[in-house]
Nanobody, 122 residues
Framework: QVQLVESGGGLVQAGGSLRLSCAAS????????MGWFLQAPGKEREFVAA????????YYASSMKGRLTISRDNAKNTVYLQMNSLKPEDTAVYYC???????????????WGQGTQVTVSS
């Protein structure tokens, strides 16, 4: 089992930045690929970014690419999502997830956090 706890969400004005964190506990964190997903009200959960277990490879949703940086610190069992130039349409609950495969498909992930709310005001 892997337990994931997100933090760092909040209210920010359009154009601002936030850094989300996801702290992992339980089984060996460094063995898992990690992903971030978002879910807006009334919509399905969708892919944002992913990173391999080593941190060497990253993958971003095309709609947000250029405004995001995913990174991880295996010594701290933490994955981060730096979000810049935020837009009101980025408003959603953001979830981190752990899985054995580095993927944009949410079904590839086995463990999920409870999410952190990000609200971007215009």
């Amino acid at each position: 089992q892997v337990q994931l706890v997100e933090s760092g969400g909040g209210l920010v004005q359009a154009g601002g930045s936030l850094r989300l964190s996801c702290a992992a506990s339980g089984r060996t964190f460094s063995g898992y690929a990690m992903g971030w997903f978002l879910q807006a009200p009334g919509k399905e959960r969708e892919f944002v970014a992913a990173i391999t277990w080593s941190g060497v490879n990253t993958y971003y949703a095309s709609s947000m690419k250029g405004r995001l940086t995913i990174s991880r610190d295996n010594a701290k069992n933490t994955v981060y999502l730096q979000m810049n130039s935020l837009k009101p349409e980025d408003t959603a609950v953001y979830y981190c997830a752990a899985g054995s495969r580095y993927s944009s498909n949410r079904n590839e992930y086995d463990y999920w956090g409870q999410g952190t709310q990000v609200t971007v005001s215009s």
